[in-house]
């Protein structure tokens, strides 16, 4: 659940309130309506165009109104967030193309210059919630690791954790994913670890279970490009220490075990799965879980899982972040009347509730 704290520092409320992330059409209406003591109460009505899409944002955007509703008058802040009324639906909440979401009430000047956050913040975390949970739902209650943070800015992964989270990832890979519903990361090594270790797995594994023996040892084993054998390896050494293995080989190559196998076996596929989970079981390590990663997207999963891969957790990075959900906001009522521009009207939602 999203920590009702606010997510931002006072550097970036006080940039918040002067509009730095506003679109100056917006600061210059809120001007217009200030200057000439226009205090109309609207109704914005706020949308979007996909189905299926998994609504997030909604508490994030409750903290920015907290903070960021009002005006300055006389160089001081004057917070008029008790004007508002802001009905909406709540994070993980399923949502229809055209569906309203989200209705703010209060004077518009009040608000205008929070639009384009508002709208960004909802694009955002709907795109990595619908995806999310798409995902967990293609791997058929599999474990689904989010491995996202290294395809985007790095200011995005607090709330990029989050609406993985909404979205039913069962685990994130930094502290900042987890920083907004205390959740704990995971991750064991790298490849680099192994490089560090002049390319052994083996030393790579031993070091790592010295270092932090109460974490679940999952160890990589492509780093050779021979999973099957560095899988079994690893097996015999650590036994029953061994949680799992986990195969990330290259879209681009095919794995030594395979280089006999027709079709084209690139990257983590099918029958290099298989290989492994054979090689495990002929020498009795029924025990150890395959995880996959590299390039897995919800198409990739919803065949693995229809062709019954023996895969434990799939590993999932930027297939999270693509594709868009744009926002629209519009308002439909000015003073009780509704009014809009031509193709938006007011739709009451009966799902949405009120917001503290």
């Avoid at 502290?175 to 704990?184: E, V, Y």
Wanted: charged fraction near 20%; glycine fraction near 8%.
């Amino acid at each position: 659940m999203f920590q009702k704290q606010i997510p931002w520092d006072k550097k970036t409320i006080q940039k918040i309130r002067n509009g730095f992330f506003t679109a100056r059409y917006f600061l210059r209406t809120r001007d217009i309506l200030v200057s000439q003591k226009n205090s109309s109460y609207v109704i914005m009505q706020v949308f979007q165009k996909n189905d299926n899409a998994i609504l997030c944002g909604i508490d994030e955007v409750v903290s920015l109104f907290t903070i960021g509703c009002g005006i300055y008058k006389k160089k001081r802040w004057q917070n008029l967030r008790k004007l508002v009324e802001f009905r909406s639906l709540k994070d993980g909440d399923s949502i229809s193309a055209n569906e309203p979401v989200l209705h703010i009430t209060g004077p518009y000047y009040a608000f205008a210059h929070l639009e384009s956050l508002y709208l960004g913040i909802l694009a955002r975390r709907t795109l990595v919630a619908t995806n999310a949970r798409r995902i967990v739902k293609a791997a058929a209650q599999k474990p689904v690791y989010f491995f996202a943070d290294r395809f985007d800015h790095f200011l995005n992964q607090e709330g990029d954790g989050y609406t993985a989270h909404i979205g039913g990832v069962t685990g994130v890979c930094t502290d900042a994913h987890a920083a907004w519903w205390k959740g704990t990361p995971i991750g064991t090594m790298p490849h680099s670890l192994i490089s560090l270790c002049q390319g052994n797995t083996v030393q790579a594994a031993t070091l790592f279970i010295q270092q932090y023996p109460t974490i679940p040892l999952i160890v990589l084993v492509d780093f050779h490009n021979d999973c099957v054998h560095t899988a079994v390896q690893v097996a015999r050494i650590f036994g029953k220490k061994l949680w799992g293995v986990r195969l990330d080989t290259s879209e681009s190559i095919v794995d030594i075990s395979l280089k006999n196998e027709k079709g084209k076996n690139f990257g983590v596929c099918p029958k290099l799965v298989l290989a492994v989970r054979h090689a495990l079981d002929k020498e009795g390590y029924h025990f150890v879980r395959i995880i996959v990663s590299g390039g897995f997207t919800e198409q990739k999963i919803i065949q693995f899982e229809k062709d019954h891969v023996p895969v434990d957790g799939y590993g999932v990075g930027s297939a999270m972040l693509k594709g868009n959900f744009d926002f629209t906001a519009d308002i439909v009522k000015i003073n009780g009347k509704e009014i809009a521009k031509v193709g938006r009207k007011f739709h009451e939602n009966t799902r949405m509730r009120e917001q503290i």
